[in-house]
């Protein structure tokens, strides 16, 4: 199983921005398919930030994620205990998590219910506080030079 995840996840890393798609869904039709999910796997190329949509929808609806970190990641995501996290470009780990959440339901749950302290008042201040530095030195694109 792990090689052909393995492959999967190497094909999909150079695929189009845009795959091919079975046409629009409503919002909830699009929740409803997401929560039906064991779990979401999102390797971004830049790594998981709190502006990827699909991630955010995933979570908030209690869908254990794994995911990339990467140059846009935020540090919250490293302490947030709410996603299982790999390096950008690392298939094999990738696979290592989905594997182990698969095989393990409670393991899941744990996501699930780390979900709701990711969105506390707390967190959102710490995030905000994390992030405000990374916006004034240009992120997501940092001056040159």
């Keep these: 199983m792990k090689s052909s995840l393995v492959s999967i996840l190497i094909a999909s890393a150079s695929a189009p921005a ?7 869904l409503s919002e909830s039709e699009l929740a409803a398919d997401l929560a039906a999910c064991d779990l979401l796997l999102q390797p971004y190329p830049d790594g998981i930030s709190s502006r990827r949509t ?12 794994v995911t990339t970190t990467g140059a846009l990641t935020e540090p919250f995501w490293e302490t947030s205990g709410a996603v299982r996290l790999s390096p950008v470009g690392d298939a094999n780990s990738l696979v290592e998590h989905v594997e182990h959440l698969l095989r393990h339901p409670a393991e899941r ?22 992030v405000r530095p990374m916006l004034e030195r240009g992120w997501p694109n940092p001056p040159k030079g």
């Design 109 to 130: 749950t744990r996501l699930r219910l780390a979900v709701p302290a990711t969105y506390d008042e707390e967190s959102m201040t710490r995030l905000a506080t994390e």
């Design 54 to 65: 699909t991630a955010m929808a995933g979570l908030r609806l209690g869908v254990p994620v």
């Design 18 to 24: 845009s795959p091919p798609s079975s046409g629009p």
